[in-house]
């Protein structure tokens, strides 16, 4: 928990009335806890349970109620018969000798119980609620990405709090109550995490965020909330969005159910695909999933647009096709990629990757990976109107179609820069009318001058650069050579004391401390941090 300097400056805020999301989970679990030990108390003192002091006398005091020694059975004396708890009591609950109103200890202890149950209820569905203002005041000003996901992670908090919290009495309502804002919390992570914008979805707060046990908790429920979506079997779209969880991040296994919906699956791409996430993961296995990626997007491509029951969404289908770039290229010496992408792929390898050279046969197989790529983004960029229809048909905002257009065609530049080949492709792209608009002029025109001078690799880099997501060219090989390319950052897999942090440095120059330090899931609340007030 906090230490004692940071609980003083908790206590000073909350006196003001203000507090911090993190300082509102601290003091809510605190006294839910206590609640919850009242509850124990009452529900089991009757039951030879060792009773302590320190509970009964403080419900003695909370309640005004002292022993009666009149009876040789267990009762009390009620000192104030005008309070509320015993105007909600049934009249046989509560006996009158004389002007002492008396009611019987397994009585008392019912009601006691009853009444700390109604407000672990109550006081979470007022920080639920205020949390959720939080959240949605966070949206609406723009916050930045990993403030929002931090509240996100405060929510889920206290839902699977109360969710775990078996409540002898409200159990019911407290579910009830968990799983309104369960599933909104999980809904919003996954769009946050796999936002179509890098920009929000990339920063180092971010990346260090998701890391954290809670965020990989919440993907887990986010899997579990996906697979329960419909009664039937698995569609499409719930495929796409399972293999995004699990190709972005260090999860892995299925659990039971999951197991089951997969395998009852129609679609056998889809089950080798998830069979090859579900198997021991090692880098040795990147060629084999790569195959089985793309026999699924190969299916997928040519009915998603017309796909009218939850089709995989575009910017999914895009973000399993930057997964299938890199695993393709993999195999080689040294491959060049997006700085948001790359990041993406050692989530996946846990930042920790092993040289993987091979063989020729396999080698020639991703040569036609590459050209399957190539082909499948020329055609989606080339048919403005169906990938409109398919973003309308999804539920995904038509904003998103700028942002969507300029990812492709990073995309495919990667592919050129990496195969040497597919030029047309990307100068067809380039020069079609309506993208022309869309893309930034300085990034749109390196392109094509890169292509007709032949230095791709170069203008590929200045372009990235320019939007804010550099190009990295990532090498397996400990003899390679320092890239020449001044605009792109070079990234050495083969150093034996490579891993998370020192990727970092090299990924993002800027100090990587202070992300790393801020997004303890129990650390102090943020000085930049929103804050909470009546």
Known sequence: MFEDGTLKDLEGLFSENIVSAEGLIYFWSYWKELAWELINW???????????????????????????DGDKNDS???????????????????????????????????????????????VSEKVLKKLHSLHAYSTVKNFPMHQQTKILTSLFRVTKSLQNCKLPYNRFAASSLADQYFKLC??????????????????????????????????????NINRKSYSNGLTCGQMGRMAMIFLGSKITGFNDDTKKKVSSCTSRNWRDLFDKLNACRSSSR?????ISLHNVLKETFPSGPRRVNDCVLPACFLYLMERLVILSFYLCDYAFTARSSCVEWLTFEEWDVCSNRGCVKRLETMKNIHHSIASMISEMLNSQDELM??????????????????RLTVLLSLVCANSGRHYYNLLQVLRRTHLVSLLPSTFRETLIKGIKEDRLVDAVAISCKE????????????????????NAI?????????????????????????????????????????????
């Open 42 to 68: 009452s529900y089991t003192q009757h039951q030879g349970v060792e009773s302590s002091k320190i509970y009964e006398d403080f419900l003695f005091n909370y309640f005004g109620v002292r022993k009666y």
């Open 76 to 122: 009390y004396v009620v000192l104030n018969a005008e309070a509320q708890w015993v105007k909600e009591m049934s009249l046989s609950s509560i006996t009158k000798n004389g002007y002492l109103y008396i009611i019987g200890a397994h009585e008392f202890s019912s009601m006691a119980t009853r009444y700390w149950c109604s407000e672990i209820l109550s």
């Open 186 to 223: 999980v809904d919003h992570l996954f769009c946050n995490v796999f936002h179509i914008n890098w920009k929000n979805a990339q920063s180092k707060e971010m990346i260090f965020l998701r890391g954290k046990e809670t965020f990989l908790n919440m993907l887990k429920e986010a899997i």
């Open 286 to 290: 990147n060629g084999d999933l790569a």
């Open 389 to 406: 229809e398919w973003l309308r048909r999804s539920k995904e905002m038509e904003s998103s179609y700028p942002i969507l257009v300029l």
């Open 467 to 486: 939007i804010d997501d550099p190009l990295v060219m990532v090498s397996f090989t400990k003899d390679f050579p320092r890239s020449t390319y001044e």
């Open 490 to 534: 070079f990234l050495n897999m083969s150093k034996l004391e490579i891993g998370q942090k020192m990727v970092m440095e090299v990924l993002y120059p800027e100090e990587c401390e202070d992300a790393s330090t801020s997004s303890n899931d129990h650390g102090a609340p943020e000085s930049d941090f929103p804050l909470l007030s009546n």
